[in-house]
């Protein structure tokens, strides 16, 4: 052991002397590399002035994409790539530099949506509506250069047949959220919600042709709609759209184009949304020049003109006392009347007015109104109807001069008849009441609840189809009907136009 102990050490010393060579070469190496990095190569100066302007002036991402593959992937670190260093209260976060091009957006929640309630069927397997002296008639005259004949493609070789989905998470019923019917009576429009229960929605739009009730054109947007207007004198539809957080969707105005079963623009609103605002306390009134929009915003009316200029402020504003749940154009065409539960205000609608306001008439109601209809072409008489919810009796005001009409919770006041009557329907058994303006007497009145064949579920949509001189009534649980009268008949008829979700599907 002692005559191998120096050659031991000897080859120990020998160990650590090469080390210490190799680890003084290595440092040497780096300490070059790093002197070499920290001086800018030939041309670099040259360079980097070229591309200053580029800098100061960036394209819009989606340009600089296209125009410069090479530069389209941010020099930013991938934020699932970052490392966290936390000194005290304060985080600290570093990122690796990525390969170019590699730029990782979040990922969305998706819509689901249940297409089991729309098929399509060939077009040659449509039967047309069996009509009957003996029951109401559902089938009419399409009139020519009507918006349903505008929307309906003869080139197609099948038709979707749909019917309302039944819901029984959340609540019971259809999920239909809103329905508008076009100014010359052709097409009414169903905003039916797609999704759970808990979201994310979307809307599935359906057209149906009133002259067949057959469905024009089905089609779904990744908004979840709450009015719809229609545009007159076009194919444009006018919707409110409620924000979704979850899609960092905005809260806005959507333009939809019908002919072609599209969203057409989306306008946001700058506007607080105000969660506790409910669908019905909001008013959309859509003109051919403009649409006008209430209720959301306060005091605070909105208006958009058409068309839309993309280079401009597309909307004015302006204020009314309180904020009007109800919107209508006076029959001569010259002032808005928006009705809230404290007034009625007109405003002037002429071109150079700005919307000056013209007069106002004190109502102080205690409930917000959700209809209004003018009584006898008059500028200043009209019918106000609360909302179901409210129970109260809706109210004829003429002269300024209020009169309640019998029963309550009136949801819908529609005109009958090339407005002579006034149809108000009735949240309570599910009654109508016909109203001669004239007099403000009941000349008629039907309570549908009474009525065979029968159908379950509350009234949710009610409009007067002068073609056939009959009610259309949708109910809660999707049902569709007309109410009227058989031609020499005086007791009151009942006919389904489609069963809705009265049984799960």
Request: with cysteine; proline share 7%; charged share 20%.
């Amino acid at each position: 052991m002692k005559r191998s102990f120096p050659r031991l050490a000897l080859m120990s010393g020998f160990a650590i002397a090469m080390i210490a060579a190799i680890s003084g070469a290595v440092f040497a190496q780096m300490n070059h590399s790093v002197s070499a990095s920290s001086k800018p190569s030939a041309g670099f100066e040259e360079n980097q002035a070229q591309e200053q302007p580029v800098l100061k002036t960036p394209a819009p991402p989606q340009d600089q994409a296209q125009a410069r593959p090479e530069q389209a992937g941010s020099a930013l670190p991938d934020a699932s790539e970052r490392n966290s260093i936390r000194e005290g209260s304060l985080s600290i976060t570093a990122t690796p530099k990525t390969n170019p091009g590699t730029v990782k957006e979040e990922k969305l929640p998706e819509i689901e949506v249940d297409s089991s309630n729309v098929r399509s069927i060939p077009k040659s397997s449509v039967q047309p509506i069996r009509e009957s002296k003996r029951e109401l008639t559902l089938a009419s005259e399409l009139p020519a250069d009507s918006l349903a004949e505008k929307l309906t493609d003869a080139k197609m070789e099948t038709v979707s047949v749909w019917r309302p989905a039944y819901a029984s998470q959340g609540f019971r019923g259809a999920r239909l959220d809103a329905f508008a019917v076009s100014p010359d009576q052709t097409v009414l429009a169903i905003a039916e919600r797609t999704g759970t229960a808990l979201g994310p929605n979307g809307t599935r739009i359906v057209l149906v042709n009133t002259s067949n009730w057959q469905v024009i054109r089905v089609f779904t947007v990744d908004r979840m709609l709450k009015k719809l207007a229609f545009v007159p004198g076009s194919t444009t539809m006018a919707a409110i759209a409620f924000p979704q957080l979850n899609l960092k969707q905005d809260f806005g105005l959507d333009m939809l184009d019908l002919a072609e079963g599209k969203e057409q623009e989306f306008l946001p609103l700058s506007f607080p949304f105000n969660e506790k605002i409910a669908p019905e306390d909001v008013a959309l009134l859509a003109m051919q020049d403009r649409v006008i929009c209430s209720g959301f915003f306060g005091p605070t009316v909105f208006c958009i003109h058409l068309p839309v200029a993309k280079t401009e402020v597309p909307f004015h504003t302006f204020e009314t006392v309180s904020p009007a749940s109800a919107l209508a154009v006076t029959p001569d065409g010259k002032s808005l009347a928006a009705a809230s539960l404290k007034a009625i205000e007109y405003f002037d609608l002429t071109p150079d007015a700005k919307y000056k306001r013209r007069s106002i008439t004190t109502l102080d109601l205690g409930w917000k109104p959700v209809d209004i209809h003018f009584l006898n072409g008059a500028q200043t008489d009209f019918l106000l109807c609360p909302a179901f919810r409210d129970d109260s009796a809706p109210i004829f005001v003429r002269s300024s001069v209020k009169d309640p009409l019998d029963g309550r919770s009136a949801g819908f006041a529609v005109p009958v008849e090339q407005a002579s009557l006034i149809g108000v329907a009735f949240k309570v058994k599910g009654r109508i009441d016909v109203i001669d303006p004239a007099t403000l007497e009941a000349t008629d009145s039907v309570i549908m609840e009474q009525l065979r064949p029968a159908t379950t579920g509350d009234t949710a949509f009610v409009f007067y189809h002068d073609a056939i001189h009959a009610f259309c009534v949708i109910d809660t649980n999707g049902n569709c009907f007309a109410v009227g009268k058989i031609p020499g008949e005086k007791r009151w008829s009942k006919r389904i136009i489609w069963n809705g979700g009265a049984t799960k599907r």
